[in-house]
């Protein structure tokens, strides 16, 4: 029965690394979207693990940095939080995921 | 009746089948783990791809733009981008209310060592599509 319940706790755990990976890139995409700004890149990665994942992701916390790379600017979402251990073994995981985006310079 | 030489043989099967069926098991879900990451990484990659191509100036522009969109996607989602086949079909010129259609396919290898990742083999191959079309009254 835990070994059974432990696989579980296995399985959520590599759904919810996938959904936070997924997620930051998500966000970091639609950044740089036209039409959409850098302050939505949050907003989008947090709706986007929670309507995935719920809450087995805890303590969620999402940076959003810009630079620029000549007439381009790098969107980058960071991504940090830790995964409820749901199951046998209570220690949460942490995950940290960046991901980055181009926003190509406008043309003039 | 017992049998004293036969005490604690229970506990030997249970850990030796265990052991049998849990690692197996294990290996399956990393597999599928990887399967499932590589699945979101590809439909990204081809709904954006898609996406900058049919927004693109030229062919040569879009052929650009999907190389660009595929490789974000995939090393985003912590996979090597070079794994990846990428094909997509347009019209010459891209004409407005054209189609874009992007296909990417990436392997996900299924035999693994521990700390020492691929040894080779079959691998399951994940793919997405994408349409999109050239917008028909928006400038490019």
Redesign the interface.
């Known amino acids: 029965m835990v070994l059974a319940m432990g696989i579980a706790q296995l399985a959520l755990t590599l759904y919810g690394r996938n959904v936070v990976i997924a997620s930051a890139h998500e966000g970091a995409r639609a950044a740089t979207e036209l039409g959409r700004d850098v302050g939505e890149a949050e907003d989008i990665a947090r709706r986007t693990v929670r309507s995935a994942a719920g809450s087995l992701v805890e303590n969620m916390d999402i940076v959003v940095t810009t630079t620029t790379a000549g007439d381009d600017t790098i969107v980058r979402v960071r991504l940090t939080g830790r995964l409820a251990a749901i199951g046998p073994v209570p220690v949460p995981l942490s995950v940290d995921v960046t991901a980055n985006s181009v926003r190509p310079g406008e043309v003039e | 009746m017992s049998f004293p030489d036969e005490r604690g043989q229970a506990l030997v099967e249970s850990i030796l089948l265990?052991v049998v069926l849990?690692v197996p098991?294990?290996w399956a879900?990393?597999i599928?783990?990887d399967v499932?990451?590589a699945a979101?990484?590809s439909t990204?990659a081809a709904r954006?791809a898609g996406?900058d191509a049919a927004?693109s100036e030229s062919s040569a522009a879009a052929g650009e733009a999907v190389d660009?969109a595929v490789s974000?996607?995939l090393?985003?989602?912590?996979l090597a981008g070079e794994s990846a086949t990428v094909d997509w079909i347009a019209p010459e010129g891209l004409e407005r209310g054209e189609t874009v259609e992007v296909s990417v396919a990436y392997p996900v290898p299924v035999v693994r060592l521990p700390f020492m990742g691929d040894a080779g083999g079959p691998s399951v191959w994940v793919r997405a599509t994408h349409v999109a079309r050239v917008d028909p009254y928006g400038s490019r």
């Open positions: 265990g849990l098991i294990v879900l990393m599928l783990a499932h990451r979101l990484a990204s954006e996406f927004r660009g974000s996607a090393t985003n989602h912590g």
